[in-house]
């Protein structure tokens, strides 16, 4: 079964950066596109970023583009989101995502603050 663990979260500043990871296992990783999804404080899920399974592809939803990098080692299983110019508003909690054969798996999750 899929593992997935974050890793990297704190506070931080606005304007500020952060590189959160997520360690896999269970799973050939380098089989399956990754993604990151966030939850605000209060709020639903929201789908951050996705990576192809080669990491020739990358998709950003349209808050994160410009600011937020998304990348794989497949040598290392481990997947990132390079977080540039973060605002109050990024604050959240950040899982890993992969969905094998159908089946969605989550890590608990790494909480982001953004604060002064």
């Known amino acids: 079964e899929a593992q997935l663990v974050e890793s990297g979260g704190g506070l931080v500043q606005p304007g500020g950066s952060l590189r959160l990871s997520c360690a896999a296992s269970?799973?050939?990783?380098?089989?399956?596109?990754m993604s990151w999804v966030r939850q605000a404080p209060g709020k639903g899920l929201e789908w951050v970023s996705t990576?192809?399974?080669?990491?020739?592809?990358?998709y950003y939803a349209e808050a994160m583009k410009g600011r937020f990098t998304i990348s794989r080692d497949n040598a290392k299983n481990t997947l990132y989101l390079q977080m540039n110019s973060l605002k109050p508003e990024d604050t959240a909690v950040y899982y890993c995502?992969?969905?094998?054969?159908?089946?969605?798996?989550w890590g608990k999750g790494t909480l982001v603050t953004v604060s002064s």
């Open positions: 995502n992969v969905r094998e054969n159908g089946i969605n798996y």
């Open positions: 269970g799973f050939t990783f380098d089989d399956w596109p």
């Open positions: 990576i192809s399974w080669n990491g020739g592809d990358t």
